[in-house]
């Protein structure tokens, strides 16, 4: 759903050897942090570790570990999250990201035992601005 | 003989997803909007949609939120509830956790002023009838969404009508949405896909593929399901877009689905709200692709008296028309239909208010 949305323009900045973009729900209405079940940051084709990354939403930063079991901070869908990991990038010079998500869709019920998940993706060009 | 229903005219916000996601309009400037450009007097919420914090509403935000409403004339009809049974990771909600995460939503319904509760199909008969006196209690009514790939003779939704009929509550009832009754493949859906590079032939296909399950009507079966699903896949890949393929599944087996307008008769006395879902407007001024007219009719004739909420759906692809003027089309086209039924839809605010709270139960003492 509105795939094209979820990386904000504009929004890439470097910190040492961290890189952050900011992030759109990809979907209609609000999740809870258990629903947001993964990401993946790649800039210029490197992606960055797994464990390096972080997420931060409603002012608070959170390892996807943590946002397994959490359903008080919810994404709400005009709200931008921030997506984190570790990726050495040039400031002021121009980067390809990609940003994957997967969700839950706590809802839709599709078997006994298991809940709808969706990946969606995006890709955007943009400058990368020192923090 | 039934007296002719008089419906009353309204909308669903989630019609405007792409331009309140887009942050183009906020909650505020959405419900002016739609009472700005005639679209209501009727006016559905999503709840985890438009309010931050869904389901905790304090009295303030309860508070300002009315006077909003009264304040721009419209009334509201349904709010969109969801049962989150797969909210925890690594199990389902069981029983008691599910009718406490809805009485929660129910709370809200109540106290922001809306008469119904829109829930959907993954709550069954049970739980129905677990909820029945807390909706009672709060005087809110429950409208479970019959929706493809369901439709109203399905299996599930005659278990829970014949349920509703043992329990007996008024205050248990459907939300017909009319995208299980569809008669064709979208054609802004079509178009969508020719600007990502589909080939004439495949969309010619794909439109032969549904009409296809059409003539045979809604699938048997989970399987049956699942085997038009895959057929979506197949027909994408041989064609070398197999990117598509899942896209078309969705599409083409959970938001057109292919049961006859004669077949909300099975449960025309328990509808008590209805999503006019559609999918565009064609250069004549008609939807395409849902029979909206006979739609109308068939509610006109049942003596429907409850609001239609245009839902426009075709914003997952539409980028390059008006919202907007699509829902003004479509709602031209409902009150056309109903005139031509010998009827009319209510499009006046008193009028609405009136027959709304005559045509839903009430509790003395709650708050509706």
Redo the contacts between chains.
């Keep these: 759903m509105i795939p094209d949305r979820i990386i904000e323009q504009g929004t890439l900045r470097t910190d040492g050897p961290r890189a952050a973009v900011e992030v759109r729900l990809p979907w209609y209405r609000a999740l809870p942090g258990s629903c947001i079940a993964g990401a993946e940051l790649t800039i210029d084709g490197k992606t960055a570790p797994a464990e390096s990354l972080r997420w931060e939403m409603n002012g608070a930063e959170f390892t996807f570990d943590e946002l397994r079991t959490n359903i008080d901070e919810w994404w709400f869908p005009t709200d931008s999250a921030v997506l984190s990991g570790d990726l050495d990038i040039e400031p002021d010079a121009e980067h390809e990201v990609t940003v994957g998500l997967t969700l839950y869709i706590p809802y839709i019920i599709i078997s006994d035992t298991e809940t709808l998940h969706i990946d969606e993706k995006n890709t955007k060009t943009m400058k990368a601005v020192a923090a | 003989m039934t007296a002719l229903g008089t419906p009353i005219q309204g909308v669903t916000l989630?019609s405007f997803?792409?331009a309140?996601?887009?942050?183009e309009y906020?909650l505020e400037g959405l419900i002016r909007k739609t009472a700005a450009d005639g679209f209501g007097p009727g006016l559905e919420i999503?709840g985890?949609?438009s309010f931050?914090?869904?389901p905790a509403i304090d009295d303030a935000y309860a508070g300002w939120f009315r006077d909003l409403i009264d304040e721009v004339g419209l009334v509201t009809t349904s709010l969109a509830v969801?049962?989150?049974?797969?909210?925890?990771?690594d199990r389902?909600l069981n029983q008691d956790e599910l009718i406490e995460y809805m009485t929660l939503q129910i709370k809200a319904a109540a106290k922001l002023g809306f008469p119904i509760a829109r829930v959907?199909i993954?709550i069954e008969p049970d739980s129905m009838e677990a909820l029945a006196p807390i909706a009672e209690a709060h005087g809110v009514t429950l409208a479970l969404e019959v929706h493809a790939d369901q439709y109203a003779s399905h299996p599930r939704i005659l278990a829970l009508r014949d349920r509703y009929e043992k329990v007996g509550s008024p205050f248990l009832g459907f939300t017909m949405d009319w995208g299980a009754t569809v008669s064709g493949f979208a054609p802004s859906l079509i178009e969508a896909y020719r600007r990502r590079g589909a080939s004439e032939e495949l969309l010619g296909q794909v439109v032969d593929l549904w009409n296809t399950y059409y003539e045979q009507g809604p699938p048997a079966d989970q399987a049956d399901h699942g085997q038009r699903f895959g057929s979506f896949i197949g027909l994408a890949a041989r064609h070398g877009r197999p990117d598509l393929g899942i896209d078309f599944g969705i599409n083409g087996t959970g938001l057109f689905g292919p049961a006859r307008v004669d077949d909300w008769r099975t449960i025309a006395p328990w509808i008590k709200h209805v999503h006019g879902k559609f999918f565009g407007i064609d250069e004549n001024g008609e939807e395409p692709s849902v029979p909206v007219r006979d739609l109308v009719k068939l509610l006109v004739e049942n003596g429907y008296n409850g609001a239609i909420s245009s839902e426009y759906e075709g914003w997952?692809w539409n980028y390059w028309q008006s919202p907007f003027d699509i829902i003004a089309g479509e709602q031209a086209v409902q009150r056309s239909a109903a005139g031509a039924a010998g009827s009319r839809m209510i499009t006046d605010l008193a009028e609405a208010r009136t027959q709304l709270g005559a045509w839903l139960p009430n509790t003395e003492g709650a708050h509706a």
């Design positions: 989630y997803t792409r309140f996601h887009g942050r906020d999503i985890f949609s931050r914090g869904f969801n049962a989150d049974i797969g909210i925890h990771r389902l959907q993954s997952h």
